[in-house]
């Protein structure tokens, strides 16, 4: 199951609001050209570039801590 393997170097779970997540997986999907991990519950699997553009647009976000 994705959402407990361990994650690459430089990268970080994020959680983004249910009404915002259509924009950001939109977003996401057209700037990284597809290639990006997507869990159940609206949480991706980003690098600091794509937090980056979660940034430059204001989308809300909370970062999961790995346990």
Do not use: H
């Not at 609001?17 to 159940?40: E, H, I």
């Amino acid at each position: 199951m994705p959402q407990f393997e361990q994650l690459k170097k430089g990268m970080t779970r994020v959680r983004v609001p249910a009404k915002d997540s259509l924009r950001a997986y939109l977003l996401l999907m057209q700037r990284t050209g597809g290639r990006m991990q997507v869990l159940p519950n609206d949480v991706y699997v980003l690098d600091e570039s794509q937090i980056q553009i979660l940034k430059e647009n204001q989308i809300p976000y909370e970062v999961i801590a790995d346990k």
